[in-house]
Each structure stands twice: as C-alpha cells, then as structure tokens.
C-alpha cells in the first residue's frame, strides 16, 4: 500500500499531466481560443456577465492581462461590453451569440471528449471519481 507522501506525488504528477493535457487538447478544440480564453469566455456564461476587473481579480490577474485577453475576444466578436443598469460608468462583459455558439461548440467536443476516455468506466467508478473531483475542488481556493 502506498504512503501518503508517495500518494500526493502521484496525484500532484497526474493532475500536472491533466493540466497540460487540457491547454494541448483546447488547441484542438476551436482554433481561434486558448485555454484562458475558453475559460474567460467560461466564468462570462457562469457569473451572466461581468467586469474586466472581476475576471482579473477572480483569476488573481494583472488588469492589463485581462484587457489584452478580452480585447482579443471582443475582436473575434466572442464578447460585447454594455453598460451596467445600475451604474451608466460601469462596463459589463457578456458573451455574443457567436460567443455563446462557440462555447457551446466546444463543450459539447470536450464532453465528447470525455465519453470516449471515460468509456469503459463504470458508473460507480464515474460517480466516485465525480465525488473526488467535487470534494478536492471544494476543499481549496476559488482561485486555485
């Protein structure tokens, strides 16, 4: 039986693996977003909009990293700035249709994705494997 130090390293070493996997396999995906795009464009479906500043503060950011990123997808026609009901100053960013169509392109590709590796799983194995998802990424930051 494994110790726990030995453990962490092979989870630390597969999660790394699973990281780079996924910026490899975003690539693939849509060939006009990266992963941080696919995952700004993400966090603007979740939260139905938001400010740049809220996405560089969530992603623990440099503001001018954000602007540079939002300001690509605005040009790809991905993302629109409105201004805030509440407040006639602030700039909300939401997603277009086309920024809709094309998140949703590539979710419905990652879950097939995931059906084809996760394939021969069975659902005790997939709902186990689902709780320790949910439980390690509820144990840490929002920001991790």
């Known amino acids: 039986m494994p110790n726990r130090a030995d453990s962490l390293d092979t989870i630390q070493r597969e999660l790394t693996a699973f ?9 693939q995906l849509h060939p006009e977003l990266s992963l ?4 700004l464009l993400a966090h603007l479906q979740d939260q139905q909009g938001c400010r ?14 954000v602007s540079r990123q939002v300001a690509a997808l605005e040009r790809l026609g991905f993302v629109e700035r ?10 909300v960013l939401h997603l277009t249709d086309r920024g809709t ?6 979710a419905a590709s990652r879950r097939t994705a995931f059906e084809e590796r996760l394939a021969d799983w069975d659902e005790d194995d997939l709902a186990r494997f689902a709780s320790y998802l949910l439980r390690y990424n509820a144990s840490g930051s929002a920001r991790d």
Not at 101 to 106: F, G, S, Y
């Open 82 to 91: 409105r201004t805030a009901p509440q407040d006639q100053r602030v700039q």
């Open 36 to 39: 941080v795009s696919y995952t």
């Open 101 to 106: 169509a094309v998140l949703d392109q590539v």
């Open 52 to 65: 740049a500043t809220d996405l560089a503060a969530h992603y623990l950011l440099d503001k001018s990293t």
């Open 19 to 27: 990281a780079r996997r996924a910026r490899a396999a975003a690539a």
